[in-house]
């Protein structure tokens, strides 16, 4: 979808090639023909999961051959991306790059015609590290002050997250099911509106991802009293984790670029090699610390591993509450 | 401040980045013209470029098409009575039937000036009021937000005169389009009638396109079928040719007298605009239709509204564009987009490496002063540019509309799918086409349908936060003054209108 | 009593307002005993709820001033434009099918083409208009969707 001005010559080069020539003209080893390939992002643009991806687009080129554009749909929930990418040919040109949700979760509680095993992690980005955050004159400053304000009145504390189900709703709904605590579940449009409500004193806590608030704490504008994650988050070096507080929850959620499992197994190594060669490079480090996007690449081994482990997690939260038998 | 405001100067005013600026707004209008397309959807495709540019020449880009997409959006609205963005749907009311009555050229520039005038006011608002009008915004919760929205469907019920129970009904149809999809507060699905692809509900942008948009070609490509095969002129068909035949370009001119009626229409589309703007989540549609509905309130000719009034234009599109500085607001003064051209804006920050909030002006004044400077200086340049660009784009509106309804067609069909890159999008817009043509022929008015479905969202979910945060008790809804406050004046505005209605009876 | 209940049966928002009233009612019934999961709080059925309450108080203000004379007349051409409206949507799915069979460029440039030719009386002797600028047209639309947006629409045999 993106098109660069500094590319366009190479862009309409690419195009003409491709128009003519069907094989690829890119060294005998590639698998991938001369066409674009297509990151699809199941959200709508300016969020993290496009920032990220577009670190990738503007370096891989270089090392995987064809132009890379990122394409946001966030139609249908984000499965109009899923079944987009689906629904490609299996060459490995049209991927996917999401969170948990629009796989995971939607996998479970919508009524789709795929299931988790359709789809392999070609690599993992990162991890996000859900924090709980509220402003720094509110009684709650850390973990311990909202267990006991939470077990002193049940039902009391409001906490804002985006939609129900979502990656910063969730590690709340098994924190409260690990602790018995109860909160007033406030659904909000996104990060944006919790931390406007946040900030204005409307509701007491929130959740989202370290990278949108390291600033602010670290200015003392927000407190971020806790990560659910296994070791602190680099962005938020100050803040426990709930773990170091004595409660085991840890749902970090990750970024992945998949494919469908149909995509031949050369192809997806070459990508996976390409991307992470690409990332290695100095520019994309550079680019990746300028827009804290806490780039650490993960092969697709890995990756599969993390992939099946979180399939496996959320599917047990979500049978915990109900949502599915 | 002086110090950094020398450099600011230099990087605002290098030609390269006028250069970018102009090709900025030379983008964003005609983008912008073109059903489905708008502003927003440019700013994303070239969010890369901030890889490769200086920042404030990128800045600028972003800059231009915003705001020449604000007003681009109007052309087609007024030409065609196609609305080429969200936020010129109220502009189309007045400016396509300012069109059919022989005076395009003087709606398109009401249109251009007070879009000026009201993104000026904006981007000065900004640059001065920022941390205050943002706290007054951080002070609008739930409870304020439905207020807010209660106020406005009032005001908009209020705003069909005549039939007044038409109306109602097409604000219920609209809230109940906009709860189609999944509950965005409790996750289970409604309405979708078994339809999977429905789960994410309709997106603003086809349904707007469609009612208003479609429906309105629909009826002019039944037209010029008619005039296919009926040799028989009709009365009107005569009319509009005879109207076409004589129309006199000199005549066709917005005189200071006539631009100065429009003024007080400007400003209250420009206030309301600008503080729409601020709160997050609002939006530039919903600030356009409110303006509409004050303008005409306040306006000696109210009659005249929806009857080609050049001050419905001007109200409509002040209010429009006058949301394009303040919706930054947020994002300066907290690091929180309130709306998606912020998000956008955000993002670009973020690419270069600047991290929206109160941080910013500090850590990057030179950037952020150049920043300021470009949003005051491309108004200008958005101003001439426009003036010289819309005798091309008005020649392209004369091409006959036999040949011309079909590319409006395809385009308005493309644009809406490389909008959201959506194919159920293109199903619903054609749907709802269809849809507003019924409603059309059947005098039903479109505008409180649109601002239900545009308010319906927000307003559900205010209420049902308000309630959760209140624990069900629903005099929680009065524990704000503002929230009273708005209340309060929403029903002395009922009565002193339907007092005074009665009077002029 | 008579003449009311004619303009009842004649006048054309009498319709109107049963319509309303009508799909008030069926909305109403399907909250009442469809399958709608309860919420935290207001639920999620309270909203359209008030919408078809609403929908239904305001079909029955239509009528009843459909019988006390205000109503709307008759809309003119209802049969023409409607089947230009389903003409519209079947032209525009179909052109959507196409795309991804032939490409988009040859797709919009015979839907172009052919609307012209629908339009225009004796479309061969116009064919400056009715040929060359739908191709030019397709031409600019080609290079906008494809070339600089890259559109993610199906990728057709052709162009």
Known sequence: ????????????????????????????????????????????????SDITARVLSATAPEFCGPR????????????????????????????????????????????????HDDWQPVMNFTEWLPTVYTRPDHPIQTIEDWVAAAEADPGSITFGHA??????????VLFESATGLENIHVPTSGGGETRSLIMGGHIDLGMTLPASIASEVAAGELTALGVFAAERSAALPDTPTFREAGYDVVLPAWLMIIATSDVPAETVEFLQDCFMEALASPTAVAMSNRVNAGIEPMNSEDSTVLYQATVESIGNILRDIGEID | ?????????????????????????????????????????????????????????????????????????????ISFGVPGTPG??????????????????????TALYSSVIGDTTSDFVLIFLALPLAIVALTFGPIEFFALYAFSLLLISALTKGKVAKGVAMAALGILLAMIGRDPMGGSLRLTFGIPELAGGLALIPVLVGIFAVSELIIQLSKAWMDRVTRIIDDTKQKADSLLGDYDASKDKLTFREFRATMKATWIGTTMGTLIGALPGAGSSLAAFISYGLAQRFSSNGKEFGKGSLEGVAAAEAGNSATSGSTLIPLFAFGIPGSATAALFGAAFILMGM???????????????????????????????????????????????????????????????????????????????????????????????????????????????????GRGDWMHLLSSPIAIGLYTVAAIMILTFTLVLREKK | MKPQFNKLLTRQDTYTGFVAIAVGAVGLLDIAYGNWRPGAGLGPHAFPQLAYITLICAGVVIMIEAVFGKSDEHPENLRLVISTGVGLVAIGMGMFWLIGKLGLAVSVAITLIGASFLLTRDPLRHWPSTIVVPIVATLVIWVLFVKLINVPLPRGLLF
């Open chain 1, 1 to 48: 979808m993106f098109h660069n001005i500094p590319t366009r010559k190479r862009a309409v080069a690419t195009a003409v090639a491709a128009m003519v020539a069907i094989a690829p003209t890119l060294g005998a080893a590639s698998p991938l023909s001369n066409d674009p390939l297509r990151l699809v992002i199941p959200f709508g643009p300016g969020g993290g």
């Open chain 1, 68 to 115: 890379i554009d990122v394409v946001s749909m966030s139609g249908a929930a984000g499965l109009e991306a899923v079944n987009f990418v689906r629904n490609a040919e299996p060459n490995g040109h049209t991927l996917l790059v999401t969170d948990y949700g629009p796989i995971v979760t939607s996998g479970y509680v919508d009524d789709v015609d795929w299931s």
């Open chain 1, 163 to 172: 939609s129900p189900l979502g990656i910063v709703h969730l590690p709340l």
């Open chain 2, 1 to 77: 401040m002086l110090e950094s405001f020398i450099p600011a100067l230099y990087l605002a005013f290098s030609p390269e980045v006028i250069l970018y600026v102009a090709i900025g707004v030379f983008m964003g209008v005609t983008l912008g013209a073109i059903p489905g397309l708008s502003g927003d959807m440019a700013i994303a495709i070239l969010l890369p470029i901030v890889f490769f540019l200086e920042p404030a020449a990128a800045l600028g880009l972003l800059t231009g098409i915003y705001k020449g997409g604000m007003f681009g959006g109007s052309i087609s609205a």
């Open chain 2, 88 to 109: 010129s749907a109220a502009t189309a009311i007045d400016g396509y039937q300012a069109k059919l009555k022989g005076y395009p050229n003087k709606a398109l520039m």
């Open chain 2, 355 to 469: 991290t929206p909030g109160p941080r910013l002006i500090y850590d990057h004044t030179e950037v952020i002063y150049a920043l300021f400077l470009i949003l005051i200086y491309a108004n200008l340049i958005n101003l001439g540019l426009s003036q010289f660009l819309l005798p091309f784009y008005s020649k392209i509106a004369m091409i006959k509309s036999r040949i011309l309804l079909p590319i409006v067609c395809v385009l308005a069909i493309l644009g809406t799918f490389a909008a959201g890159n959506s194919v159920i999008d293109v199903w619903v817009l054609l749907f709802a086409g269809l849809l507003g043509v019924v409603l059309r022929v059947y005098n039903f008015p479109l505008a409180p349908l649109i601002l239900g479905f545009i308010v319906a969202p927000g307003a559900e979910r205010a209420l049902r936060q308000s309630l959760l945060i």
